[in-house]
């Protein structure tokens, strides 16, 4: 079955603590991994992807196929990364599925 | 370029009545996705268009819920009957095909339906 896990509904970090959001994904193929973020207010828009190797805002996450996970990190929190954050996978037939997100709140 | 536009941005409406969604995705996107957003919950994908034939649609309540993309291009979503379950951001999305290599999903701003 596919399916995109992430365990942490809410993540708590103080400004210029190290960030690491999880997320596990079961799926039997190569799959396509994506991290998409919700600011307050605002659409849910691509943050990035696994297949660009990029680092966006200080964001990265690499796809570890080994343990199947895509953990998004980053070293040094900003109170604007506070948003919603979610894991997402694309099937081989464009089916996009997403976690169940993830909060992460950044004080300051 | 424009973005991926929804109608009504909000809708609420008694049990058993029936209610419709619109999407204009972005010009020239072949794929069309309609997700269910319930709060505290991650999108749930409801189904997939590719041009104007459904690609998968395994997740959609189809005794109740419905959807077309006549021409493919624009999008309406139905639900006749609603139920109180059904309260929740209905999300549409967009992405370019054919490769996968370019796929980004373009949201629109949902439309948040109250079912009392």
């Known amino acids: 079955a596919q399916r995109v896990t992430q365990p942490e509904k809410l993540l708590s970090v103080f400004k210029g603590a190290p960030v690491e959001l999880k997320c596990n994904y079961s799926?039997?193929?190569?799959?396509?991994l994506f991290w998409y973020v919700q600011y307050s207010r605002q659409r849910l828009q691509l943050l990035l992807r696994?297949?660009s190797r990029e680092s966006i805002k200080g964001f990265t996450a690499d796809l570890n196929k080994g343990e199947t996970s895509f953990h998004l990190k980053k070293p040094f929190a900003q109170e604007e990364d506070s948003a919603m954050y979610y894991c997402a996978l694309l099937s081989n037939t464009g089916k996009l599925i997403f976690g169940q997100g993830t909060t992460l709140q950044v004080k300051p | 370029e424009a973005g991926v536009a929804q109608s009504p941005r909000y809708k609420i409406i008694e049990k058993r009545q029936s209610v419709a969604f619109w999407c204009n995705p972005i010009s020239g996107h072949a794929t069309l996705y309609w997700y269910q957003q319930i709060l505290g919950q991650g999108p749930k994908l409801l189904i997939q268009?590719?041009?104007?034939?459904?690609?998968?649609d395994s997740q959609l309540p189809k005794d109740r819920f419905s959807a077309e993309r006549l021409k493919g291009v624009d999008s309406t979503l139905k639900i006749q009957p609603a139920k109180l379950e059904d309260s929740a951001v209905y999300l549409c999305?967009?992405?370019?095909?054919?490769?996968?290599?370019?796929?980004?999903?373009?949201f629109g701003q949902g439309t948040r339906l109250t079912v009392v």
């Open positions: 799926y039997s193929g190569s799959p396509e």
């Open positions: 999305a967009s992405s370019l095909t054919p490769g996968r290599s370019n796929t980004e999903a373009f």
């Open positions: 696994h297949i």
């Open positions: 268009f590719q041009n104007n034939g459904v690609v998968d």
